[in-house]
């Protein structure tokens, strides 16, 4: 028996060529983390692929097709705002584009939040068989509700157009408010998904708590009734948050107030964020 | 240019229940400071790979053989950087493709082309460069029209026809192939092995996981035998096919992988003429017991000596290479077609190194016969001074020097560890090498076999041990169960120590001072559990009679028996020795054995008692060829016949 002619080339299990350190391709875990999020952000064609399919997946063969959503919507606001109107004896042409813009700003934010949760025990069946960036499957889960957002702002033009209302120039600052939004999204999404994988319950808890802060943010109550404003309105962020869309929608710039509280959610969310993912990326493929 | 180097990996998977996954738990955990549920805090780790080192370079195309659980998936995952290691390092250059699923993203809503797209995309390709390889793929899926179609309304075959063309159509400088993909459809894969031939040929680099000899003699050129995560061995696909079929059939094979460490060695058992694979009878693993031994003699030293006297067919030379890749070895062999086997085994290692002996050793020069008995292999080889014997190929006569005269002639300076295996003949070995056992005091690694009752066995065991004893300020005993070291102090405990079923077949020998250190955390902390366990009393009879309720079989094993008394402070033991009472009438030898004295007291139809002082730490053995015969008479009516009683008469504490 001779030893196979190419046998060098693959290692010798008794060879010892190690480096000391193991540190050969090794590189550190916040530079793999800032590489994650700039990879996740270039692998755009990829995830605004997949998540125009999950849209176009859930309502394929349907008359409406996504627009389901929009109906979805106004069904809703009709019964809310006939209901609250009524029983607050509110003014319909105040009120209900108050509700609607509201509505369609949680859900953006409430529902990339908890589709960020299953965003990668979703994802299982790809991260096991590719390497791709984590983050690439939290836009994907944020970027799908952000079609949904725009599906559900035709209800909105619906109601401006019923009511005969015209937003003004104001309504451009949707633009740099969306993107706030979307931003602060986007961390508690990603956050929300490297916790879950590691501990299932977390998709739970978080449903039970969007639940109360849906009801505790003035989003189907108006700011203007309750007496203590600060303890349950200019307190809370997610106030600010749907201010930043709700607000332009409405024909008002958002107050200093929601821009600055915006800004450092965004700021602090993505720093505690990006500490969780330096630590947990690379454990996530070994916890689906 | 595309190269793979993995470096020491190991990978290990958390394996969570539903309550290590809950948040509760483990906020519970903190909470309680760790002491709550302390045993399940540590959720249970799976060792998927264990130091794996692994290069590939271009043009190389690698299977991964072994059994399900070999850790081949794990290693792909690893190369593909899906799971990143928790130690080691992975050095991965080019564009890795992993190919473990064809439908991965495969959405039956969207057509053919979004799916092709899809694929693409996944494997990190542009539009643009997605959008050149489409014409090639609609030619080679032949679907035309389809491809606008969605994909749920194709047939089963017309979906792999997509998937693969749309897998295969883009060149990887790395592809990495699971064989669940080619176990799909076998008449269409041969159907589409032109193509699948040229995307492997394609790749630089191509690693293959499958159990199919058939597709890894096809298509790589080397081949991994994994095995428990660990990488055994890497050879021509041919011969890994070979160990992988021999590891799981267990049938001979001649070729054999031998582990130490982890590592695989690989060794040749039979020749020609002389069947060697009684040798491996266990699992391929021949004396895996005493390498926590051999690792601490050779890890010490800058550069070891090692001399191998019966180095057989080279497995523990091989295993002091694998500890000690400098070290300098004797390998010493005198039987010519185990010579043949020990060098073939040394250069299909690699190791060019070892200085082979092709002599006997013995207590002077000259020739020695030796008889290779037919049915049991070179196994049990006996070495007779001379015998003279009909079939010339059973006998041989070999050369013989002295272990003095080897270390004088190849000048060796130090010898960090000895090894003595030579059947039966290690009492010669040793005094033809009382000098340099003196000079350079190695650690000694001495078979001794008392597997056996035959008074020549016995014999002979006794003398070597009491040459051991004399050469050697320390012996110890490898339990091979523990794979720990019990010190012996005399012949008596090591008689003992069998009786009470141990295993006796390994003893290493060395000088307090030197050696006592450097095992000791192989020492195990209690000695014999026999000794342990009757240190309190035996100072009375209840406290002897309660001893020999405990270990009965101490009075049935064979035709010996054994106490082993450990007294708390010097006592003077009166007893009489008694026939058990139905053979009683006839008179007969039993020897006694404290420590290494032997006397001899006759058992007489009239006991005289016999009084016998005994120390703390001093051992008693009785032996008496007598019990055998009566065990026979009277095994079906009682179990626990003895041959012989000692009917305790007094205990006296003497004065310190």
Known sequence: ?288 | MAFIDLNHVSVSFPVFNARSRSIKTTLLQSGAGGLLNAQESGFVQIQALRDVSLQARDGERVGLIGPNGAGKTTLLRVLAGIYEPALGAVHVEGRVSPLFDLHLGMDPEATGYENIYLRGLFLGLSYREIRKRIPEIREFTELGEYLSMPVRTYSDGMRLRLAFAACTSFRPDILLMDEGILAGDAKFIEKASMRLDRFIQGASIFVLASHSEQLIQRFCTRAVLLDAGRVLWSDTPQTIFDLYRQRITGEPMGKRLYEVGGRGYLVQTSWDRFSMDGVFSTDGSYEAWTHGVLERALRGPERPYCVDIGANIGLVTLACKSFAPQARIYAVEALPPTVELLTKNLEANDVDDVTVIRKALSDRPGKLDVVLPEDEGLGRVHVTESRPTQDPLRHCSVEATTLDQLVAEHRIPQIDLLKIDVEGWETQVIRGGQRSIRELRPLSLVEFNVASDAPEIQERSFSLFQELASMFDSIWWINRLTKRLTPLRSYAQLRSLMLTGHLVEDLVCGFRDKHAALLQDLVDPISHYATYHCAHDLQTEAGLLSFLQVYPDCWSHENSAAVVAQVSHPVLLKFNLLWYPEIGGESNTVWLFKNDEVDRLVITEKPKPVTCAIQPGDSLFFWCARVREARSVWQNDDPRVIGFNIEVLDVVPLAD
């Open chain 1, 1 to 288: 028996m001779t030893a196979a002619p190419n046998a060098e080339a693959l290692s010798r299990p008794g060879e010892s060529a190690p480096d000391q350190h193991g540190r050969i391709g090794r590189r550190s875990g916040s530079y793999l983390a800032w590489r994650d999020l700039v990879d996740g952000i270039a692998s755009w064609p990829l995830w605004l692929l997949l998540g125009w399919q999950d849209i176009r997946q859930r309502y394929r063969r349907s008359l409406l097709g996504p627009f389901w959503l929009t109906m979805s919507m106004a069904v809703l606001i009709a019964t809310l705002g006939f209901l609250f109107t009524n029983l607050w004896k509110t003014d319909p042409s105040e009120y209900l584009p108050f509700l609607t813009a509201g509505l369609i700003a949680w859900a953006f934010l409430s529902g990339a939040i908890t589709d960020g949760c299953s965003a990668f025990i979703g994802a299982e069946g790809y991260i096991k068989q590719v390497r791709l960036p984590l983050s690439a499957f939290t836009h994907r889960t944020v970027w799908r509700n952000l079609i949904i957002f725009f599906h559900n702002l035709l209800a909105y033009v619906l109601v401006l157009v019923i009511f005969r209302m015209t937003p003004g120039l104001e309504a451009l600052w949707v633009l740099p408010g969306l993107f706030l939004l979307g931003l602060n999204a986007t961390w508690l999404s990603l956050w929300c998904g490297l916790v879950s994988a590691r501990f299932r319950d977390v998709p739970q808890i978080v449903n039970a708590l969007l639940q109360p802060a849906f009801y505790i943010t003035p989003i189907i109550w108006m700011p203007d009734l309750v007496p203590d404003r600060f303890l349950l309105v200019q307190s809370n962020p997610f106030y600010h948050l749907i201010e930043l869309v709700r607000a332009p929608l409405l024909g008002a710039s958002p107050a200093l107030l929601s821009w600055q509280v915006a800004a450092t959610t965004a700021l602090g969310g993505w720093g505690v964020t990006f500490l969780f993912l330096r630590s947990f990326r690379s454990r996530v493929a070994y916890w689906l």
